[in-house]
């Protein structure tokens, strides 16, 4: 294999290294790299309690969560389409495998998967619904979004699941390294996976095909329909997964697990580079756009700004960032 | 009509370029009031041009010549602008707003009526059935426009360009949509105008109606008017003449069809559904294209042609029977056609050829990346290799693989959707209209590929609005009209005469067959 790659890719001059530098450039995720840099850089020198060992491991505990639902918005909005229901399914996900635990006393493997199917059936669902009738995204996944809160009541009867099995609190309580736990492990083992996926992958490209002109993909032979109903099947299994961390992190199934993730998980995608239109992003971009939403949330805490004000700046951040992004690819696109 | 009247509406002398291609040299044109002026010509003859120039879609400046209204220059800026000097367009698209009602649309745009912000909705109606009154047409102006058929919806346009009153009348392609005895009431309409002493001009590919209802033709070719006919003297063997007469000799690579090779392809009774309106489809077609042939499906737009290859590759539903390489296929997708070894090249690159978001590379290894992976995973040198030995074997001239699809010239993208196309070695291609907005170099390249491939033993099916390119290139023609075949003819059998004389007599027994 390796022979292979050699005798066909041509030698590495200077001219294709100014090329990978470029690539590298437009990809998107340095630039956003960069800028979370600059702010790190910034509340640190303003309250260097902010690179705490303390506040670190708040910063990427709190990403791992929505960070293992960033990664399936990114494959969604790769493909075209995009998921407002992800919080619902989380806090869905999370109650329903507690009630198999507990009140239905099954076995805790069992619970898990019963909540990751129901994050699987309903992206399913959300997926057969937008490709299948035509409804768009937008609509079927808002509509998801009440019907998976009223279930959440429907399922819970208002009062969060407690006490939880043992096992649970100890997925939730272990400390794998740094203080961080079973969840930032699998946040970083699927973050890799996708994003190879994404790259390298046959699957990956077509991914890439469908989302940028779904007409194409369909002429050059891809089952489109497969891949947009499959990408909604990853983001609602993978909002389920996150729900039953956050469970086992609280040690109990409460009604408000993923309330409002939504918007921040889109928000954070979209600050990494990931088009909203589709077919344009990569996993790596939209994790560190959701970690640099964070950074910021938790910078502005540090140095004191009243929560009120975190909205506005995530606010901002997010129009700013989409509006870097169009003028990096108007930059680049411009100068290949 | 008498010539003696003095024209209320002309363009003398009108010279228009597009980026070095002259699409008119010259054109002189002009249209008395009361009179039906037809503007005849090929796909490319400039008749859109000459259109765009009079109703001010091409602004007063960006051409040379003069344009005069009742014997004053006049400079339209905008379509606006010639709207409200008098001149009316009615467009060959259906432009309507289905959610509102006949009336408001017969007025859109000025459905305050001129004073004020409100909308009169019952003085709108009183106003709208004035109109229809006048021209004839049994309409309820209080009726949704998205419960209307496509002719009645072209009678609505109609109207809404009759409302300021035109005193010139452009109509593009009116009767593209329309079925026997809507064309009747649509030329009642049309008499009707023309007795007010509205001087209209009739855009149209399809001579019958030419010959039914114009008082005067203008037929261009090349940018220039071949000739004009009075009334007295309209022949359809003298239109097709002129539209068709020699133009700039092009050369075709010499190519000569295999004798005695298998059918590559074979198709029986290919029927694909019309979408209403102006796309007809396809009724019962049955072809044949040997291995190593190159077969022409020559028609006018909208004819079917497109419909044909896109019932074959499995884009749209299709019935009949295909055989390819003499075994019985069954498509049901482009991919079950892509599995049978069949290949499309479609006629929109933006639309529905490149892919913007992938770079070069990427963009001709989509779908076809199979070989070039191992348990779905892309070799990357695998796919360099590939990328760059299509890249130079089709001339493709990119920086790099890396290079943006947007910034490649209209030639060197084609080139990347051939290489795309040609990447798994198809047994049958299909082309739609292959030399779309290429330029001359590449337009060769192209049909030295297409003999190329002959050679190599591909069977070519090719669609092309330009006549004379398809007879060129092509071993066989088939002349599509109305969704059928109509007419067929070997290299050096027939040219674009013979193709237009095919496509207006099916179009006139259509008629007879419709008023009958």
Redesign the interface.
């Known amino acids: 294999?390796n022979s292979?790659?050699?005798?066909?890719?041509?030698p590495r001059d200077a001219q294709s290294f100014r090329?990978r530098l470029i690539?590298f450039i437009a990809v998107g995720e340095v630039g956003v790299l960069a800028a979370m840099a600059l702010l790190v850089a910034f509340f640190w020198l303003l309250e260097p309690a902010f690179l705490s060992e303390r506040n670190i491991r708040a910063i990427l505990n709190v990403v791992s969560f929505v960070g293992i639902i960033a990664i399936g918005q990114t494959i969604l909005l790769v493909a075209g389409e995009f998921d407002l229901s992800v919080g619902s399914v989380a806090g869905l996900s999370a109650v329903v495998a507690a009630k198999l635990m507990t009140a239905a006393a099954l076995p805790v493997g069992v619970g898990i998967l019963g909540g990751i199917g129901v994050g699987a059936l309903i992206g399913l669902l959300n997926g057969l619904i937008v490709v299948r009738l035509g409804i768009p995204a937008f609509i079927q996944t808002l509509g998801m979004l009440f019907i998976g809160q009223g279930l959440i009541q429907v399922v819970t009867g208002g009062y969060p699941v407690y006490p939880l099995p043992e096992a649970i609190n100890t997925i939730g309580g272990t400390d794998l390294a740094f203080g961080l736990g079973w969840s930032f492990a699998f946040f970083i083992i699927a973050a890799v996976v996708a994003d190879f996926v994404l790259r390298?992958?046959?699957?990956g490209?077509?991914m890439?095909?469908t989302?940028?002109?779904k007409?194409?993909?369909?002429?050059?032979?891809?089952?489109t329909s497969a891949y947009k109903i499959g990408a909604f099947i990853t983001v609602g299994a993978l909002s389920a997964i996150a729900g039953m961390f956050v469970m086992a992190d609280l040690g109990s199934g409460g009604t408000s697990i993923g309330s409002g993730w939504e918007l921040t998980v889109i928000a954070g995608v979209v600050v990494g580079g990931v088009?909203l239109f589709?077919?344009?992003g990569t996993v790596a971009g939209g994790v560190v756009g959701i970690l640099m939403l964070k950074v910021v949330q938790s910078g502005l805490v540090v140095i004191g700004v009243n929560s009120n004000w975190q909205q506005i700046a995530v606010g901002v951040i997010m129009v700013m960032a989409v509006g870097l992004d169009i003028v990096r690819r108007r930059y680049f696109?411009?100068g290949? | 009509m008498s010539s003696t009247q003095a024209p209320l509406f002309s363009a003398t002398a009108i010279t228009k370029n597009f980026g070095g291609v002259q699409a008119l040299r010259g054109v002189d044109f002009d249209v008395v009031p009361g009179e039906i002026h037809a503007l005849l010509g090929q796909n490319g003859a400039g008749k859109s041009t000459l259109v765009k120039i009079l109703n001010g879609v091409h602004p007063a400046g960006s051409y040379t010549g003069t344009v005069q209204l009742d014997g004053r220059p006049v400079s339209f800026a905008s379509p606006a602008d010639a709207r409200s000097n008098g001149v009316g367009y009615v467009p060959q698209e259906i432009e309507v707003l289905e959610q509102l009602s006949v009336a408001e649309n017969v007025f859109a745009g000025r459905t305050g009526l001129g004073d004020g912000v409100l909308v009169h909705q019952r003085r709108l109606e009183q106003r709208a059935a004035e109109i229809f009154a006048d021209l004839g047409i049994d309409m309820d102006p209080r009726a949704y426009v998205a419960s209307l058929t496509s002719a009645q919806r072209h009678l609505v346009m109609i109207a809404r360009a009759i409302v300021l009153k035109p005193r010139v009348l452009m109509l593009d392609e009116p009767t593209a949509s329309l079925s026997g005895t809507e064309v009747d009431a649509l030329f009642s309409v049309l008499r009707r105008l023309k007795a007010q002493g509205v001087a209209m001009i009739y855009i149209t590919h399809r001579l019958p109606e030419v010959l039914a209802i114009c008082d005067r033709a203008t037929v261009l070719r090349d940018g220039q008017v071949a000739v004009r006919i009075a009334r007295e003297d309209f022949d359809a063997e003298t239109f097709i003449f002129s539209m068709s007469g020699q133009r700039l000799q092009r050369l075709f690579p010499e190519h000569a069809a295999p004798v005695g090779a298998p059918a590559a392809l074979e198709v029986r009774h290919l029927t694909v559904a019309g979408h209403g309106g102006a796309v007809h489809g396809a009724k019962d077609i049955d072809l044949s294209v040997a291995a190593g042939e190159i077969v022409g499906l020559a028609g006018l737009l909208g004819s079917g042609r497109s419909e044909i290859l896109h019932g074959i590759y499995g884009r749209v539903p299709a019935e009949g029977e295909i055989h390819v390489g003499g075994q019985a296929v069954s498509i049901k997708s482009p991919r079950d056609a892509r599995a049978a070894g069949i290949a499309l090249l479609t006629e929109d690159r933006k639309r529905d050829g490149l892919l913007f978001n992938l770079p070069v590379g990427a963009n001709i290894t989509i779908g076809n990346l199979a070989p070039l992976s191992r348990h779905g995973v892309v070799r990357g040198g695998l796919e360099r290799g590939a990328i760059v030995t299509a890249m130079r074997a089709l001339n493709v001239k990119a920086s790099s693989p890396q290079a943006a699809v947007t910034h490649l010239s209209g030639g060197n993208q084609q080139k990347l959707l051939f290489a795309r196309v040609l990447m798994r070695a198809p047994k049958v291609l299909l082309l739609d209209e292959p030399t779309k907005g290429v330029d001359a170099a590449t337009r060769h390249e192209i049909y030295r590929l297409v003999v190329e491939l002959a050679d190599k033993g591909v069977a070519l099916l090719i669609v092309a609005s330009e006549l004379e390119e398809l007879i060129g290139l092509c071993d066989r023609c088939l002349v599509v009209a109305d969704g059928r075949i109509v007419d067929e003819f070997g290299r050096g059998e027939g040219g674009e005469g013979r193709v237009l004389r095919s496509v207006t007599k099916a179009q006139a027994e259509r008629q007879a067959q419709v008023t009958a």
């Open positions: 294999m292979a790659a050699e005798v066909s890719s041509p090329r690539g390298r992958t046959v699957l490209r077509n890439y095909a989302g940028g002109n007409e194409v993909a369909h002429l050059v032979g891809i089952n088009s589709g077919g344009a696109i411009a290949a």
